[in-house]
């Protein structure tokens, strides 16, 4: 089947403008997971979605992040007045179950944000 | 709280060498442990996980063997092939299920 997609695969903005970024999870996975990957670093935790509501978002770096998943499947990321530093590959990640350590995340390819 | 700190790379080897990744963790409570893998222009793929103590994780000739009394996950293989070549990234489950990963090791395996 089909497996998590993200959209765009690269999106170049100017200093402080407004962006939205898309992640469309396995189908019936209800946990889904952003995290952001900094060049040579390993993917850092940002928000995490049980069904509609946001169970966890205390990964998110200040206000101007926000995310939401509406419907309980396609999610999408915000990211208001963006600044050079946060330029960086943006991950989405579901999984069948939440809270439950051991439940393997699938990986989409990611958004690579550059911020001019 | 929690991290995870691995082995810095690059990693070069020539094909057929043994690898080891090292891997350590701190963390309240008793996270499950994983190995990622990131190959040239994938995305990041599960490639072995431990959930307690002492088991050991195994896939594709990749080992790590959850070790909680020096809080690691090493990752090993006998016999690396140039296909190996990725960036391998190892992490412990957050009290969420989120994933706390460590910086990753870059793999490079010569013919």
């Known amino acids: 089947g089909a497996g998590v997609s993200q959209t765009p695969s690269n999106k170049v903005t100017e200093k402080g403008k407004y962006v939205e970024l898309r992640c469309d999870p396995i189908?019936?996975?209800?946990?889904l997971y952003w995290y952001r990957q900094s060049l040579g670093q390993g993917p850092e935790f940002l928000i995490y979605f049980q069904g509609t509501g946001a169970a966890d978002d205390s990964g998110l770096p200040n206000d101007r992040f926000f995310a939401v998943r509406p419907e309980g499947s396609v999610s999408t990321l915000k990211i208001q007045r963006t600044e050079r530093g946060d330029s960086a590959m943006y991950l989405c990640?579901?999984?069948?179950?939440?809270?439950?350590?051991?439940?393997?995340?699938?990986f989409g390819p990611g958004t690579r944000l550059t911020v001019l | 709280g929690d991290s995870v700190t691995q082995m810095e790379g690059p990693v070069t080897l020539s094909e057929e060498a043994f690898l080891t990744i090292n891997c350590t963790y701190t963390?309240?409570?008793?996270?499950?442990l994983f190995w990622y893998v990131q190959y040239p222009g994938e995305g990041l793929q599960l490639l072995l996980k431990a959930t307690k103590a002492d088991d050991k994780g195994s896939n594709k000739g990749f080992e790590a063997t959850y070790r909680k009394e020096t809080t690691s996950f090493h990752l090993e293989k006998g016999s690396v092939q140039v296909s190996d070549s990725a960036v391998y990234f190892c992490?412990?489950?957050?009290?969420?299920?989120?994933?706390?990963f460590g910086k990753g090791t870059k793999l490079s395996v010569k013919p």
């Open positions: 992490a412990l489950s957050g009290s969420q299920g989120n994933l706390i």
């Open positions: 990640a579901s999984s069948h179950l939440a809270a439950y350590s051991y439940n393997e995340q699938f």
């Open positions: 189908s019936g996975h209800t946990a």
């Open positions: 963390a309240t409570g008793y996270p499950s």
